[in-house]
Protein backbone atom coordinates (compact mmCIF):
# COMPACT_ATOMS: atom_id res chain seq x y z
CA UNK A 1 0.00 0.00 0.00
CA UNK A 2 3.03 2.26 -0.63
CA UNK A 3 1.68 2.99 -3.88
CA UNK A 4 -1.72 5.33 -2.43
CA UNK A 5 -1.39 8.71 -2.42
CA UNK A 6 -3.22 11.09 -0.31
CA UNK A 7 -6.23 12.23 -1.65
CA UNK A 8 -5.38 15.68 -1.10
CA UNK A 9 -1.99 15.48 -2.70
CA UNK A 10 -3.70 14.37 -5.75
CA UNK A 11 -6.65 16.89 -5.48
CA UNK A 12 -3.92 19.58 -4.80
CA UNK A 13 -1.62 17.99 -7.90
CA UNK A 14 -4.71 18.00 -10.06
CA UNK A 15 -5.79 21.88 -9.21
CA UNK A 16 -2.37 22.59 -9.67
CA UNK A 17 -2.06 21.52 -13.79
CA UNK A 18 -5.29 22.74 -14.28
CA UNK A 19 -5.03 26.25 -13.48
CA UNK A 20 -2.00 26.12 -15.83
CA UNK A 21 -4.12 24.46 -18.81
CA UNK A 22 -4.29 27.26 -21.50
CA UNK A 23 -7.90 26.64 -22.20
CA UNK A 24 -8.85 27.08 -18.75
CA UNK A 25 -6.48 30.61 -18.23
CA UNK A 26 -8.50 31.55 -21.71
CA UNK A 27 -11.98 30.92 -19.68
CA UNK A 28 -10.83 32.47 -16.84
CA UNK A 29 -9.82 35.55 -18.13
CA UNK A 30 -12.70 36.15 -20.83
CA UNK A 31 -14.62 38.47 -19.26
CA UNK A 32 -11.42 40.60 -18.43
CA UNK A 33 -10.62 40.76 -22.12
CA UNK A 34 -14.55 41.22 -23.53
CA UNK A 35 -14.86 43.96 -21.06
CA UNK A 36 -17.86 45.38 -19.41
CA UNK A 37 -19.92 45.88 -22.57
CA UNK A 38 -19.25 41.91 -23.95
CA UNK A 39 -18.97 39.93 -20.45
CA UNK A 40 -22.71 39.03 -19.98
CA UNK A 41 -22.88 38.67 -23.67
CA UNK A 42 -20.08 36.14 -24.75
CA UNK A 43 -18.63 32.83 -23.26
CA UNK A 44 -15.39 31.53 -24.46
CA UNK A 45 -15.46 28.23 -26.23
CA UNK A 46 -12.41 27.43 -27.44
CA UNK A 47 -9.06 28.20 -29.27
CA UNK A 48 -8.95 26.59 -32.83
CA UNK A 49 -5.54 27.36 -34.47
CA UNK A 50 -5.53 31.08 -34.18
CA UNK A 51 -9.01 31.65 -34.54
CA UNK A 52 -11.18 32.18 -30.83
CA UNK A 53 -14.22 30.58 -31.12
CA UNK A 54 -16.62 32.56 -28.92
CA UNK A 55 -20.28 32.23 -27.98
CA UNK A 56 -22.43 35.08 -28.05
CA UNK A 57 -26.06 35.33 -27.03
CA UNK A 58 -28.49 37.63 -29.97
CA UNK A 59 -27.38 39.63 -32.80
CA UNK A 60 -26.84 42.36 -30.79
CA UNK A 61 -23.63 40.71 -28.96
CA UNK A 62 -22.33 39.55 -32.45
CA UNK A 63 -22.34 43.02 -33.99
CA UNK A 64 -20.40 44.32 -30.82
CA UNK A 65 -18.21 41.93 -31.29
CA UNK A 66 -18.10 42.61 -34.78
CA UNK A 67 -17.04 46.06 -33.29
CA UNK A 68 -14.45 45.16 -30.74
CA UNK A 69 -13.20 42.23 -32.74
CA UNK A 70 -9.73 44.49 -33.28
CA UNK A 71 -9.60 45.15 -29.50
CA UNK A 72 -10.51 41.58 -28.18
CA UNK A 73 -7.98 40.61 -30.82
CA UNK A 74 -5.12 42.75 -28.87
CA UNK A 75 -6.07 42.19 -25.39
CA UNK A 76 -6.14 38.86 -25.98
CA UNK A 77 -2.61 38.59 -27.31
CA UNK A 78 -1.07 40.72 -24.93
CA UNK A 79 -2.23 38.36 -22.05
CA UNK A 80 -1.56 35.52 -23.86
CA UNK A 81 1.14 35.89 -26.72
CA UNK A 82 1.88 32.09 -27.22
CA UNK A 83 -2.11 31.82 -28.50
CA UNK A 84 -0.99 33.86 -31.99
CA UNK A 85 -4.87 34.46 -31.99
CA UNK A 86 -5.37 35.91 -35.94
CA UNK A 87 -9.64 35.96 -35.80
CA UNK A 88 -12.60 35.56 -33.92
CA UNK A 89 -15.55 32.99 -34.78
CA UNK A 90 -18.84 33.76 -33.16
CA UNK A 91 -20.40 30.82 -32.36
CA UNK A 92 -24.39 30.49 -31.75
CA UNK A 93 -25.74 29.63 -28.15
Not at 4 to 22: C, G, H, Q
Not at 71 to 93: C, Q, S, T, W
Amino acid sequence: MGDIKDIRTLVSAYMENLVRTPSVRYHREWPAIAGPSLRRLTEFARLDGSRIMIYAEGSSARNLVLLEKRRLLRDFNRRFPEAGADDIVIIRK
